[in-house]
């Protein structure tokens, strides 16, 4: 809910390469800007533009530039929090990497290349997205070659540790697969918190004892409370006291924060007006305090700030990372509007009371009076933390409920990323294998960035606010299940709407036709193609991925008798097709019915079945053919971004007369410079 990704790209091919005049266009179109930077394991590394940066004055720049500093200040901070070994092996292996004299095409050099650079994507030695640790695949003799091969201050030791005893330390946990095997484990029977080997939490703290030290601060009647240890690491002593070490300056990671609190002073000299100064100035003052107090007051005026075209993210914000939902990592994205999109996402804040009545739900769940949905769309500048190289498309911030119930939230679709992703995706082969004729091609080329985006903006700005939940009803009544029919719900509700007439009365799409695109793709990826990111053999488990099979699974199945969709086979292969777009609008709205009434009733039995019959299994005849078609392809399943390189230009006597963007860096060579220029921790903290 409070952020978006990419779980399965929309891919937008050239239909007809031969027509001359398309390709023209085409071409005109990319300005022949290069997309992909790098490609390695599972994951492909894009760039992004910034379009509009030239536009904006000299001081709104420098205001961006302070904050893009201040962006990548952090970065050593997600690695620490991500595992406690993480600095330690990344720094080694960047020395070894810039250091080692011998065949640099050797498969073994090769594959620590390979492992370091997903070290970098991931932000440390686990799987950004399954969690799952990395199997090198190099020798630990061939890594302790090197080690005794380079200088030995160039090793992150311990104090008074030697390389032999360094390495003992350090190699189980980068060959050793039963050693910190999961960052972050989410469910099952075991102990989360010492079953997870990220570093919210030390010396060999329990999850009952994680829960009891929290359930001892929350005051129940609190209608206003902190989010009590947000920004902490909560340890176990050795003599067994339980104490909160708090990220702020002067305590834990007090080297890159006082960094970060350097450039945002500076960023506040170039603010476009009070209220953004004021929230910059709150945000330095939570850093020096780490008073969580602090951090509301700081995201009260962040939310209401939402006239200043610069914006930004800038702290410990997403709790994914830890089991319980208690601590931050530490993310940044700088950012400004882009106000000829935003137009799009106001028509849609402006009419949530029409969208809200018209809804196909029981009146009973309806909301009486909508409040204010704060919208936009924004062109990102500079990524960092938690938000780099994998980055969400969307971000609903501020998290805590009681300032979104009182004070609102800001909900930001991040279109030149969405944009990025759909360029650097043409042509390559996945529309050709996986959709069922050129008449659903052209419609994705022509509608589906379009109505990609509208339904996020729906499926963001509407869909999570709408409905209610009943008076006495429990609100965590649905439990493990909450996040699945919760994105289900926003999903229905953006599907529904992309369909109906009221959306090209107000101009958001060209036709009534469009809509189509949308509901191709969307069944065609929760019927069959976002099976590719499911290993052979297991289940779903992902909450989007979940969502969106229990609905393209459900629709399916209702609509069977009315041959409303259908599989298709043609040379042996299975494909989607759609027989009758307004019959699978209706369904849409029924299943919208059904599992709003689910949540504003708290039925938790109908909420589980409907996940456990529809979401979680797999058609493994259809899993395993669509593994090898994807195979085939060659394509990467994750991505991620290399930042701009942000300039300042000065003139003779040293004053800055422009700030500009150069796009020419490579991966490999922008995260050698991240960790040269914005590392300040120590290698273990
Ligand atoms: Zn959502």
């Not at 060959?175 to 484990?185: I, L, Q």
């Not at 809509?515 to 052979?536: D, H, W």
């Not at 994750?638 to 040293?654: D, H, L």
Request: charged share 25%; glycine share 6%.
């Amino acid at each position: 809910m409070k952020r978006i990704i990419v779980l399965f790209v929309l891919v937008i091919a050239i239909a007809g390469c031969t027509d001359k005049q398309k390709t023209a266009k085409e071409n005109m179109n990319k300005q022949e800007f290069n997309y992909v930077a790098d490609q390695f394991a599972d994951l492909q590394i894009l760039r992004y533009q910034v379009p509009g940066f030239e536009t904006l004055s000299l001081k709104q720049k420098q205001l961006l530039y302070h904050l893009s500093e201040a962006a990548l200040m952090g970065r050593d901070i997600l690695y620490d929090q991500n595992n406690r070994y993480n600095l330690a092996i990344r720094r080694l292996l960047e020395a070894v990497y810039q250091d080692y004299q011998g065949d640099r095409n050797n498969a073994q050099f090769k594959a620590l290349e390979v492992y370091l650079k997903r070290i970098w994507f991931s932000n440390g030695i686990h799987h950004h997205y399954g969690e799952d640790k990395f199997k090198p695949g190099f020798s630990p003799e061939f890594l302790d070659d090197c080690i005794r091969k380079i200088h030995t201050d160039r090793l992150p030791l311990r104090i008074g540790q030697t390389a032999e005893q360094f390495m003992m330390d350090v190699f189980p946990v980068i060959f050793d697969p039963a050693v910190m095997p999961k960052k972050t484990v989410q469910s099952g029977n075991q102990d989360l918190i010492l079953a997870s080997s990220n570093h919210y939490y030390a010396g060999g703290i329990t999850q009952k004892e994680v829960e009891d030290f929290y359930a001892k601060m929350a005051d129940p009647n609190d209608a206003t409370p902190i989010s009590y240890g947000l920004n902490s690491r909560l340890v176990k002593e050795k003599d067994g006291t339980i104490v909160e070490k708090v990220w702020k300056v002067g305590g834990l990671y007090t080297q890159a924060i006082e960094k970060i609190v350097s450039e945002l002073g500076k960023a506040i000299l170039y603010t476009e007006n009070d209220k953004q100064k004021a929230v910059i100035e709150k945000l330095i003052e939570y850093y020096r305090t780490g008073d969580l107090k602090t951090f509301d007051e700081y995201a009260i005026l962040w939310v209401e700030d939402t006239t200043s075209d610069v914006d930004f993210v800038n702290g410990f914000t997403e709790t994914y990372g830890d089991p319980l939902g208690i601590k931050a990592s530490w993310e940044s994205t700088v950012n400004f509007i882009n106000k000829e999109a935003t137009k799009r996402t106001k028509v849609i804040s402006d009419n949530a009371q029409w969208f809200e009545n018209h809804s196909p739900i029981d009146d009973r769940f309806k909301k009486k009076e909508v409040k204010g949905v704060s919208a936009k769309v924004i062109t990102v500048s500079m990524l960092g933390g938690d938000c780099y190289p994998a980055t969400p498309i969307g971000i609903n911030l501020p998290n805590a409920d009681w300032i979104r119930r009182d004070h609102g939230s800001k909900s930001v679709t991040i279109e030149n990323i969405t944009e990025a992703y759909d360029r650097a995706s043409q042509g390559n082969g996945f529309n050709e294998e996986f959709i069922w004729s050129d008449t659903e091609r052209e419609a994705i080329k022509k509608y589906g960035f379009i109505t990609d985006n509208l339904h996020t903006d729906l499926h963001e700005c509407l869909g999570h606010g709408s409905g209610i939940i009943l008076p006495g009803v429990d609100p965590n009544a649905l439990k493990a299940y909450s996040s699945t029919l919760e994105e289900t719900r926003a999903d229905l509700f953006g599907l529904y709407y992309l369909a109906d007439p009221k959306l090209t009365e107000l101009g958001l799409t060209p036709d009534a036709d469009a809509y189509k695109a949308e509901y191709y793709k969307y069944m065609m990826n929760g019927l069959i193609t976002q099976l590719v990111r499911i290993e052979p053999g297991k289940d779903i488990e992902e909450s989007h991925m979940r969502n969106r099979q229990l609905i393209a699974r459900w629709v399916y199945e209702k609509g069977k008798d009315g041959h409303v969709v259908s599989f298709e086979k043609k040379d042996g292969k299975t494909y989607v097709r759609i027989n009758n777009y307004p019959a699978l609008r209706e369904l849409f709205g029924a299943l919208l019915a059904e599992v709003q009434r689910i949540k504003s009733e708290g039925d938790f039995k109908a909420g589980q079945q409907l996940v456990e019959d529809y979401a979680v299994k797999v058609d493994r005849p259809l899993h395993t053919e669509v593994l090898e078609r994807y195979a085939r392809l060659n394509l990467s399943p994750y991505k991620g971004f290399v930042n701009p390189v942000m300039k300042e230009i000065r003139n003779t006597a040293g004053e800055v007369t422009d700030v500009i963007l150069d796009y020419t860096e490579g991966y490999t060579e922008q995260m050698l410079r991240y960790s040269k220029d914005y590392s300040f921790l120590p290698a273990y903290n």
